[in-house]
């Protein structure tokens, strides 16, 4: 097998920053100690949770109580658009959910399956340029809504969303709002009270810190129904050991994002422009997906009309080079992108498409062979489609 010595997909997950791991390490080894237990070496591992709680709680500018540990993004946006159904289901009598078209998979399926439960869902659509307008959302809401979901950035096309304008539509209504900031955090702002939203979900991979450990916020107050039963963990929250090594990883590589946030975010979108600027200059036929400039600065989404996006991806990686198209977890099917599709792209369209993300260690040089590459294979590739259908 070949190497990957271009790595394009961070958006489908980053490396564990070394400093990151290096927070991590003791509590593998001679800090193991279970959190729950009383003697001192569970008061170690209590004390590190703790910390870590209330540093992740100081970025996102709310109570530490406010945080509930999880094992990652899917199960942080279950817990949300579930939990609140679900507390519904037994306290209220509101039946409605909004949520988007683009939505990750975590929510759309959740949502889709609680519609098995006597849901009513509208799956609002975001605009040609991958925006969901404040106004479309308002226009969804009904007297019995309970819940919106929208995502504050979208991991394939990286369009940012106006969470806040849609946040405060709900909450001047008394309805929930729910934001997927997965693909979010590390690069935009997190402050919670400027958002506005009452649920947010976060995980740590994405942002240079290890898989399987994400937290979901609850604002105080917030209609919940845990969904996770067993022991105590998280006040009775969500039960389960707690991943102290990921947890205390997950605020390490938290609070180094946000430390050199202007400094990556400057570094990637450099990257990012130049990125999209070559291959609209020197690829004929190519069309970026999502607004120009209100997307995530790593984000790159083109299409390349008569080039099967899969067999790109291959070519790519044959030079070494890591990209996808779209989600990770579409990867292996041949459907076509539920969120190119969404934005009005046909079906070819939608399969003529890769998703380039770039991360912090990624350099100019890089972007140039990738541009290298792509031009010479994408030509390659269209003649191969066209001398075939002659
Ligand atoms: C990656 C991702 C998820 C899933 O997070 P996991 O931690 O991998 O389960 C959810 N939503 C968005 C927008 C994502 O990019």
């Not at 519609?115 to 809401?141: C, K, M, N, S």
């Not at 935009?188 to 937290?215: C, N, Q, R, T």
């Not at 890089?366 to 590739?381: K, N, Q, S």
Request: aromatic content about 6%; proline content about 4%; charged content about 20%.
């Amino acid at each position: 097998m070949n190497r990957t010595e271009i790595y394009l997909d961070h958006a489908a997950t980053t490396p564990v920053d070394p400093r990151v791991l290096e927070a991590m390490l003791p509590f593998f080894t001679e800090r193991f100690g279970n959190p729950s237990s009383i003697y001192a070496a569970g008061r170690e591992a209590r004390a590190a949770l703790d910390q870590a709680r209330a540093r992740i709680a100081r970025l996102l500018n709310c109570q530490a109580r406010e945080i509930v540990f999880t094992s990652g993004g899917t199960e942080s946006d279950n817990l949300a658009v579930k939990g609140v159904a679900f507390w519904h289901l037994v306290n209220g009598r509101g039946r409605h959910i909004v949520t988007t078209a683009f939505e990750h998979h975590a929510v759309l399926h959740s949502a889709e399956y609680l519609e098995r439960f006597g849901f009513h869902v509208t799956y609002v659509a975001p605009d040609a340029d991958g925006i969901v307008q404040p106004e479309a959302i308002e226009a969804a809401l009904r007297p019995d809504t309970i819940l919106v979901s929208v995502m504050y950035a979208n991991n394939e096309i990286g369009t940012i969303q106006p969470i806040r304008e849609i946040a405060h539509l709900c909450r001047e209504r008394g309805i929930t709002v729910h934001t997927d900031a997965v693909q979010a955090a590390g690069t935009l702002p997190l402050d919670v009270e400027e958002l506005g939203v009452d649920l947010l979900s976060i995980s740590a991979h994405k942002f240079y810190g290890p898989k399987g450990v994400g937290l979901l916020y609850v604002r105080s107050g917030t209609p919940i129904l845990w969904q996770q039963h067993g022991g105590a963990q998280e006040s009775n929250r969500r039960a389960g050991t707690e991943n102290v090594p990921g947890i205390v990883g997950m605020a390490r590589a938290l609070e180094l994002a946000y430390e050199e946030l202007d400094e990556r975010n400057a570094h990637v979108q450099a990257l990012r422009d130049r990125l999209i600027d070559g291959i609209l200059q020197r690829i004929p036929d190519s069309r970026l997906n999502g607004h120009r400039h209100q997307r995530l600065p790593n984000n790159v989404n083109v299409t390349f009309a008569g080039v099967d996006g899969e067999t790109l991806l291959l070519n790519l990686d044959l030079h070494g080079i890591a990209a996808s198209s779209g989600s990770a977890c579409t990867t292996g099917s041949t459907e076509p992108s539920h969120v190119l599709l969404a934005i009005g792209a046909t079906p070819e369209q939608a399969r003529s498409s890769v998703r380039l993300t770039l991360g912090k260690d990624n350099t100019a040089r890089e972007i140039e062979r990738t541009l290298d590459v792509l031009e010479e294979t994408v030509a390659r590739l269209r003649k191969l489609a066209g001398a075939r259908s002659r």
